[in-house]
């Protein structure tokens, strides 16, 4: 089995900053992506960063600049540094990882529990 579990999500106030971590964990071979989304709302899901095992990043255009994604490949954990946020960044997010299972060395797609995250203004 294979788990991510987020943590550091909660309430801020608008310009403040919260740092997510996502850990993946269980039968794990190889990690390739690791992305944040976030669904609002009424809102669809939306990919916030993603970050390559070579550490290749990507961005939505909202976020830029903002946001900074990184990750510990030894500890299999992925972070998102979230700054100047603003009541529009309000919404569950999500940890994604697009691994390798140990067990069966099939390529999966796993997501994690989701954590919230509140702006106010």
């Known amino acids: 089995q294979v788990q991510l579990v987020e943590s550091g999500g909660g309430l801020v106030q608008a310009g403040g900053s919260l740092r997510l971590s996502c850990a993946a964990s269980g039968s794990i071979f190889s990690i390739n992506a690791m992305n944040w989304y976030r669904q609002a709302p009424g809102k669809q899901r939306e990919l916030v960063a993603g970050?390559?095992?070579?550490?290749?990043?990507n961005y939505a255009d909202s976020v830029k600049g903002r946001f900074t994604i990184s990750r510990d490949n030894a500890k299999n954990t992925v972070y998102l540094q979230m700054n100047s946020l603003t009541p529009e960044d309000t919404a569950v997010y999500y940890c994604f990882a697009d691994l390798v299972n140990s067990r069966n060395f099939l390529l999966n797609n796993y997501w994690g529990q989701g954590t919230q995250v509140t702006v106010s203004s």
């Open positions: 970050i390559t095992a070579g550490g290749s990043t």
